[in-house]
């Protein structure tokens, strides 16, 4: 339930940029391609764990790739984005999925260029996959700001470098093949750094 209720507000984000965005007459669709960088705390069990691992070294600056869905004009932008990462660290790996909805808000710096700032809000699937560990997922909310600078190319391609910071409760459990559970990860906040093309339609 606490997912549906979720999703629910997510698809209201997106619908109050509908709104707000009436003008709006430009599909548009992305790729996008950064670097993540969570922090995760540890279960009191793991605390106390004598190899006193580093989870918050699990995904650090690595690899994610997304793909984003929406609608833009000159005064902003509202979308839907997917993206996934995947870090391993200590003998322990993590895989993030987000399912967001965003809107953004345009200021022109110049006849060509634009920066953006706006918030997002949706759900974050954290999976445990950790080899010699029973694999456990669970999905929790997402919220959070972004900004950049979003460059025009042609009248209908342009790029963009942003910044996502993200909170999330999302948590999985460590529990080994032949063991009782050993402790809890639970996401905390998520940062990206990331490079998008953008394609208007």
Known sequence: MKTFNTLLAAMAVCA????????????????TYGQTSDKVRKSGLLQSNPDHLN?????????????RL???????????????????????KLRQ?????SYDLFLPVGDTTKLFGGASLGVTKLSQESSGYSRDTDTGYAVGL??????Q??????????????RSNASTELSPHDGAKIGTLRLNSSAQTYLAANYKF
């Open 153 to 166: 190319v042609t009248d209908n391609a342009s790029v963009e470098l942003g910044y996502r910071y993200l």
């Open 97 to 101: 999925e987000n399912l967001l909805g």
């Open 146 to 151: 972004q900004g950049g600078v979003l460059q």
């Open 70 to 92: 929406g609608q833009i004009n000159n005064q902003g932008r509202y979308y839907l984005t997917y993206d996934n990462v995947s870090g391993e660290h200590s003998g322990l």
């Open 16 to 31: 109050a940029g509908i709104a707000t965005t009436a003008q709006a007459d430009d599909t548009f669709a992305s790729l």
């Open 55 to 67: 989870t918050d070294g699990i995904i650090a600056k690595d690899g994610t790739w997304g793909v």
